[in-house]
């Protein structure tokens, strides 16, 4: 079972825009970001306590058994852990294994370990019944045998009794980050952060799928998150995995102090290079047509590149919609984050709803499949081609294949939505419509153009 912490840094899908709807791409003004040490940054996230609760280690070790692979190559008892997984002492002198970032923003690819790119694996489809096993095989027996574990485990075991039976997604491969934040502020009180066993705020009940941006495009954007709402300091967001266990305000602040580390770490990453052979003739070619086409929006790549971090609305970009309606149907999440410790202390951030998405970077976009902010295009030549898009579709999550002709999962389309594993398009929030810019192109043209995707 994944206990999916860090992607809560992904969205708070809720609030309001004072002003009218946008009907042209908007320009997005950067903010001033701490700066910090990115070999501290890296150490934090992957030996860090910024999540302070979670299964004693000999009940993880029982329950899950040793990891032999050592992704990461961590010394001691955490090379015994998988990569997505901390060793942290809790404060009565308990090792506890807590989840880390790496749950959802680092991925295995081809038999190697990424860090940065969003893990697209994640199965967030069986959340309820993942719940009911852990607490069954664990909490029970932890209570009356081990106490001191037990309360070392305590605020763990109350979030996944709270959040769990309520984050599960239509089907496995997208993310419920969202949901899971939604689900965890709802619990806590915004001034102080403490823990209220009863939601302080009325929670929707549509669980919004995302997929996960690759965290080497950080570093070129001047917001947060697929509808840019997220603005000012960055590290306030990318800590939002500390409420899950946070006690209160105090503890957030000790933890704070180490995401300027972080955020150096994250925007020192750089995205992973094209492993096969690139034809430069035709990425040429290509170039030239990501100019006309492509240039306005994503930016220049290459010697002067440049990233224009324009907000485009729905009227132009025409996806799927759910994401950021659900900011202005629920603006209770909106006014808690905004009133909240996050954006009330040192470093302030906020979220700033506005109806469309940022275009992204495209840094690195060969391996960043599955496409469009719901993951709901298995591949780079169906992102071009509308037609090319299916309605049903799976790919094999147990033995995954890269198909580097169309840039993107190897999956077999279907004919009719058939249980979890088949990405089904006709469903609210997972619809794979819109961004049809491509489809002006010719076959050739959209040949080039992915040769020149290649090369970013």
């Excluded at 899908?13 to 903010?31: C, E, K, L, R």
């Amino acid at each position: 079972m994944i206990f999916l912490v860090c992607a809560i840094t992904a969205l708070f899908i809720a609030g309001i825009n004072g002003g009218d709807p946008i009907t042209a791409p908007v320009y997005i003004p950067p903010s001033e970001q701490q700066h910090g040490n990115p070999e501290k940054g890296l150490d934090y996230l992957i030996y860090g306590d910024y999540v302070k609760s979670g299964l004693p280690y000999g009940y993880f070790k029982t329950i899950f058994g040793r990891d032999t692979l050592n992704y990461l190559g961590r010394a001691g008892k955490s090379a015994l852990l998988p990569h997505d997984y901390n060793l942290v002492k809790t404060a009565n002198g308990t090792e506890v294994v807590a989840p880390n970032c790496l749950q959802c923003h680092a991925q295995v690819f081809e038999g190697k370990l990424v860090v940065g790119m969003g893990n697209t694996a994640l199965d967030f489809s069986r959340t309820q019944q993942a719940g009911k096993v852990l607490m069954a095989a664990s909490a029970g027996i932890m209570k009356i045998v081990s106490p001191a574990q037990y309360q070392a485990a305590a605020e763990m075991i109350r979030s996944i009794r709270k959040v769990f039976p309520y984050m599960q997604t239509e089907v496995q491969g997208v993310n419920a980050a969202d949901r899971l934040a939604t689900l965890l502020v709802a619990h806590r009180n915004p001034a102080t952060l403490v823990w209220s066993d009863t939601a302080l705020l009325a929670v929707p009940d549509e669980v919004v799928p995302t997929d996960v941006p690759a965290w080497w495009l950080l570093k070129k954007k001047n917001a947060m998150f697929y509808n840019g709402f997220g603005r000012g300091d960055f590290t306030k967001f990318l800590m939002l995995s500390n409420l899950l266990t946070v006690k209160d305000t105090a503890e957030a602040r000790e933890v704070s102090a180490h995401f300027g580390d972080v955020l150096a770490f994250i925007q020192s990453i750089q995205p992973p290079k094209y492993p096969n052979k690139i034809d430069i003739a035709l990425a040429a070619q290509g170039k030239e047509v990501f100019n006309v086409t492509c240039r306005k929006c994503h930016g220049d790549y290459g010697g002067e590149s440049s990233y224009p971090n324009l907000l485009v609305p729905e009227n132009i970009i025409q996806t799927d919609s759910l994401l950021f309606i659900s900011n202005y149907q629920n603006p209770q999440f909106i006014d808690w984050f905004n009133k909240s410790w996050y954006a009330t202390t040192d470093h302030p951030a906020k979220l700033q709803p506005s109806n469309g998405y940022v275009a992204p970077p495209l840094d690195g976009v060969w391996a960043t499949a599955p496409y469009l902010h719901n993951g709901s295009v298995p591949t780079l030549a169906a992102l071009l081609n509308s037609k090319e898009r299916p309605t049903y579709w799976q790919r094999d999550f147990k033995h995954p294949i890269y198909d580097y002709s169309a840039i993107g999962w190897q999956y077999e389309t279907k004919q009719a939505p058939s249980g979890k594993k088949v990405y089904n398009t006709t469903l609210a929030g997972y619809g794979n419509y819109g961004h049809t810019f491509g489809d002006v192109l010719t076959e050739q043209a959209r040949k080039a153009l992915i040769e020149y995707l290649k090369t970013l």
